[in-house]
């Protein structure tokens, strides 16, 4: 948890629903990829500081379900995966998966509000400069 204590000024922390949301805080916004376009079901906490909660984009279906004779559901992007790898390693890496239109939500509006910010302070700065 060193990067929550660090220095920098904007930092984003995602993980999904887990241990961390339980052992660290409450997250600032849980979101999912059905939220920005991608079809599929993966709640996502974010933990933010100095940046806003992300705007959903384009809100979709959450994606099929696989229900086993014991009631239970599990989301079929992750049942394809169980099935389709062989070790603990491919396992970890599908599950990590992070969906495309979430990805390009942070990259755009997070990257838009940072040039913002540093744009602000670039021009404050040079506001107060003596000639």
């Not at 949301?21 to 993966?42: C, E, L, M, W």
């Not at 394809?80 to 790898?85: E, I, P, S």
Request: charge should be positive.
């Amino acid at each position: 948890m060193d990067l929550v204590e660090a220095k920098i000024p904007y930092i984003a922390i995602e993980n999904p629903i887990g241990i961390m949301n339980t052992r660290y805080k409450k997250p600032n916004q849980i979101v999912q990829p059905y939220h920005f376009g991608d079809s599929a079901s993966k709640k996502t906490c974010l933990w933010l500081k100095n940046l806003p909660p992300l705007k959903y984009t384009n809100i979709v279906d959450p994606g099929e379900f696989i229900e086993f004779k014991s009631g239970k559901k599990i989301v079929k992007w992750y049942s394809d995966g169980l099935t389709k790898t062989k070790s603990a390693k491919e396992r970890q890496i599908w599950r990590s998966k992070t969906f495309p239109g979430f990805a390009k939500a942070m990259a755009e509006q997070w990257g838009e509000f940072v040039k913002n910010e540093m744009f602000k302070k670039v021009k404050n700065e040079s506001l107060f400069k003596e000639n």
